[in-house]
């Protein structure tokens, strides 16, 4: 059998949020990497995809460091994404996992980079936190004629100042750390009412937030925090 690489999307975090072409594939897999935040530390995507591995799964984990040495994180890509071929070429059946979908602001992103576009490669799509987070917190991502903007808050403010005024429709992402300047630039565009916030979305430790001026500054948040603007949504309590 020829080798065959797959990224896998895991969705928002609820196991059941898999697609079943994911877990079909997950069971069928002869190795398995499953990326982690820290050296040696549990990998939350291997956690919602373990039901569903195969007997014969080998699983690896791999660390990617959440540093600003570029170099230090080039050097990982390039050594996963080495291995990851090494694999194939081998014959094996290769599955890499990542949290949501596969092609938004995943590490995946930076391994197909150095992979580039071969026949053995194939990526499964997934749920986004943010698909998740509207559906739980019953908030269109948008109606009719509007536009959605995907932002991320690590962009300079006054990138997301002007979004927050030229879109109907946001989802801001990675929150985390820059709650209090989102916070203000919410404030200072008139659309505090108009967001919610949500945390680890179908997890257990899921939070949401809907009047976000009650909210502290300084709380502390989860890692995975978003929030989602709708201009032309009211939300019945």
Request: glycine residues 8%; aromatic residues 8%.
């Amino acid at each position: 059998m020829n080798g065959k690489l797959y990224a896998l999307s895991t969705g928002p975090g609820a196991p059941d949020l898999i697609t079943v072409r994911a877990a079909r594939i997950l069971g069928s897999l002869d190795i398995l990497y499953a990326p982690a935040g820290r050296k040696g530390g549990d990998s939350l995507a291997l956690s919602i995809v373990r039901d569903y591995l195969g007997e014969q799964t080998e699983v690896r984990c791999c660390h990617f460091p959440m540093s600003a040495d570029g170099a230090e994180k080039e050097a990982v890509w390039n050594e996963v994404a080495a291995a990851l071929t090494a694999e194939v070429k081998a014959g094996k059946q290769v599955g890499f996992i990542t949290l949501g979908d596969a092609m938004l602001f995943s590490t995946w992103i930076f391994l197909l980079q150095r992979i580039g576009c071969p026949e053995w490669l194939e990526i499964v799509p997934g749920v986004t936190s943010f698909a998740a987070i509207a559906a739980r917190a019953k908030m269109p991502l948008a109606i009719e004629r509007q536009s959605l903007a995907v932002i991320s808050c690590t962009a300079p403010e006054a990138e997301i100042a002007q979004a927050l005024q030229q879109h109907d429709s946001l989802v801001l992402m990675k929150v985390y750390g820059r709650f209090a300047r989102i916070k203000a630039l919410l404030a200072q565009a008139g659309l505090l009412e108009c967001a919610l916030m949500m945390s680890e979305a179908t997890l257990p430790g899921e939070q949401c937030w809907r009047h976000l001026h009650e909210v502290n500054d300084d709380r502390p948040l989860p890692y995975f925090s978003t929030i989602l603007v709708n201009k032309q949504w009211e939300y019945a309590e």
